[in-house]
């Protein structure tokens, strides 16, 4: 299944982002779903993941500031909220379903004064 990646943007340190990741059909209750970050000419990083019973789990630079959570009315998509922002989140957010090979398009997320 390709996601579509939405909610990037341009924002200061300190501020919020919320990422979506959606995919009409899917069923994402019962998926194991992570984001991962790419930086130009770097490899793509795991930054959390999420799966069916709930749980989550985070990279150390996010733990505390970024929540994983499924959209549970619709079980249409899962959200990143991105709080106290900071520079080195900078970069392309893409979202996967576990042992996939498909990727999104991704949505760009920079932080900068």
């Known amino acids: 299944v390709k996601f579509v990646e939405s909610g990037g943007g341009l924002v200061r340190p300190g501020e919020s982002l919320r990422l979506s990741c959606a995919a009409p059909g899917f069923a994402f209750s019962e998926a194991i779903i992570s984001w991962y970050r790419q930086v130009p000419g770097q490899a793509r990083q795991w930054v959390a993941t999420i799966v069916p019973g709930g749980d989550t789990r985070y990279t150390d630079s996010v733990k505390g500031r970024f929540t994983l959570y499924r959209d549970v009315a619709s079980n249409a998509a899962v959200y990143l909220q991105m709080d106290n922002l900071k520079p080195e989140d900078t970069g392309v957010y893409y979202c996967?379903?576990?042992?996939?090979?498909?990727w999104g398009e991704g949505t760009l997320v920079t932080v900068s004064l």
């Open positions: 996967q379903e576990y042992d996939s090979t498909t």
